[in-house]
């Protein structure tokens, strides 16, 4: 009986064990959520990764869980495309980052004789991926994510990032530092992020790391580099600094009356915080940051002298930082919070709450579709109230009626605006019957928008608005029965776009980027980053050697000219002479090489920058793929068929050695998709592939290449049952029939080249496209 209930508890324990994997498994799939098998090769990945991508992009699609479908996505493709990654998720069925936490919680001890206890980080070095920190675990960065995500809320808030990588002992040394910091700045609201040049080392190139650790500030999309010791001072006014400096004004008894009425020419809502701190508090400058566009932000010191004066007017606790906005109205704030100890999210909650003035003036189309949102539903229905005033009569009584009749009616279903005339000619005579009642008077409308393209129902006030008693009666009773009878919007139209006024000109934009672009050069020359310095100062020494080369050219043309002139006939004959030579050598020489030999050089990290990055617009670089045992062999192949190619100046032929840059070559083939198959983990001769024989045709100015692959490697494929043409092939020539050539010795891989220069030179190949030429360590 004992044997058969052990048994039965067996047989549950194993159920449950099943259940378990089983959930797991249910939990994230990136097979499934690719829609591919696990047989699926990196091609087939990749096409399933754009089609979703381009299907559930949050830009493009609109479904409310499209954000978290796209991000499902790209974490699939992230484990799937890596090879390291996917084999570890087949074999575990999860991802490194429960390996590791898994790993870390079965050595957490190690047990010694004598019953002593050492923790592993004390026997070990903390260096590599399966030490990383939990605080850096939480904020790894990828490049989607930071293209997709850091980059656009970087115009919100500023974002810190370390770049580290494994065996870096420098990064060990900063890690308490760069905890402190980071446990401090997160809860301001600064974004966190970290970047492990070892596996994303696109990103890290993409933010110009060229050592680890790096740190790094990034504020509306723009890099920033710290270069100062690391230590917690030195960061935090690291990021204080990447903030603009006109931010917050500081305000006091003098200029606050000046600071509250600049709400006419900005058309914003002021916030003022009175605090007992001398310097402005970075909360409140990253709050600034957030809300720039809507709000302009005072800071006043309550220890100031005179700030007695503002503190006992608006009633201010001078021991508790205390924030108000203002609007219309200067001498009374329109809402109050004290803040001592409350969080950012309820402090940008309040702000948000006040975002427009009680009658905010339209200055662009903009601003009037998010005051008066199109009617989507009875619930969501918005009325707009407007009053079409000259800019000459703003400050008269009949805006101030105005103003105090929409403060005191103030609703959820209302809005209140105005918009002046005379800059708005177009959207003000759409409301506005055809007489000359309203000829230099204000007056006002009632509208409702009901589609993006402008259509509109509206009731005009059929009087000009003077700002009387009557007036007010008049427009609240016609709002009163609109809560009862929507169909009072009798008159319908198509309103015109509002006119930017705010727009700045075309000057002032070209100087303001112009000062950026100085301003950080400056900053680099300043700390002598030579490194990202030498892209600006090969364009300053090549232009000023353009400059001087066409000087003494046009020196040496200038002194020929003068000498030629003066023997006329001398010129004529030698023309002749020209002439007869080129006749007599036009046909016989036409395909013949101007030099009697081939150049060809390796293309290594010192030749690659000249002969590939900055090859000049036009030329291209003809490079063979060899093996150390198969360099003599194919070099003389090769120099046999592109002799008769020679003669084009824009042509240059290299060779690349397979052993010392197979994983360049790899990944430069992943951009050839069908033409060049990725293999998978699967094939057993992933490692022995041969692509000796190959040959690339790079266009370094256009960042594109061409294939040809030799004659074994097309059989090959016709052997794994590829069905479509090779585009290194002539035309009409399939793969099935060049399979059928046999096997061949080394030399006739190369047999079919010459062919392939000719369609190259005709422009007729197959161009795969790159983003950028990656490095040839």
Known sequence: MEVKKLSISWQLLIVLVLILQILSALAFDPYRVLGVTRRASQADIKKAYKKLVRKWHPDKNKHPQAEDKFIEISKAYEILSHEEKRSEYDIYGQGRENQDHQKQQEHRFRQFPGSFYFEESFMHFPFGSEHQEPIDERHLLHFSYYVNKVVPDSFKRPYLIKITSDWCFTCVHIEPVWKEVVEELEGLGIGIGVV?????????????????????????????????????????????????????????????????????????????????????????????????????????????????????????????????????????????????????????????????????????????????PVKRSHRQRKYCVILLIPEATKSSEAFEAFLSFAQANSQDTLRFMHVYSNRQPEFANAFLPDSETFRGKSAVSILERRNMGGRVVYKTLEDPWTGSENDKFILLSYLEQLRKDSTLLSSEAVLPDLIDELAPIFFIRWFVTAFSYISDWLEDLYYNNWREMIPLLSLAFSALFVLFGTFVIQAFCDSNYDRESKNPDKKKAQEKAERTVSSFTKENTSKTPRKGFVEVTELTDVTYTSNLVRLRPGHMNVVLILSNSTKTSLLQKFALEVYTFTGSSCLHFSFLSLDKHREWLEYLLEFAQDAAPIPNQYDKHFLERDYTGYVLALNGHKKYFCLFKPQRAVEEEEALGASDVDPSLPPGESRGQAGSLGSKPIKGKLSKLSLWMERLLEGSLQRFYIPSWPELD
């Open 196 to 372: 492990h040049a070892g596996y994303e080392r696109r990103l890290a190139r993409h933010l110009g790391a060229h050592s680890t650790p790096s740190i790094v500030g990034v504020i509306n999309g723009k890099v920033s580099f710290f270069h100062s010791a690391v230590v917690s001072e030195n960061l935090r006014q690291f990021v204080e600094n990447l903030l603009p400096g006109n931010l917050v004004e500081k305000v006091t008894n003098k200029n606050y009356i000046q600071f509250l009425s600049g709400w006419q020419q900005e058309n914003k809502p002021h916030v003022l915080l009175f605090d007992k701190m001398p310097v402005i508090p970075l909360p409140f400058k990253l709050t600034a940051f957030a809300h720039r566009e809507g709000f302009l932000f005072g800071y006043v010191y309550v220890g100031s002298r005179g700030a007695e004066e503002m503190t006992g007017q608006y009633n201010v606790n001078v021991y508790v930082p205390t924030i108000l906005i203002f609007k219309e109205y200067i001498h009374k704030p329109t809402d109050v919070i004290e803040a001592p100890h409350t969080k950012k999210e309820a402090i940008d909650d309040f702000i948000s709450q006040n975002k427009y003035l009680l009658a905010t003036r339209l200055t662009n189309q903009k601003l009037f579709q998010e005051l008066c």
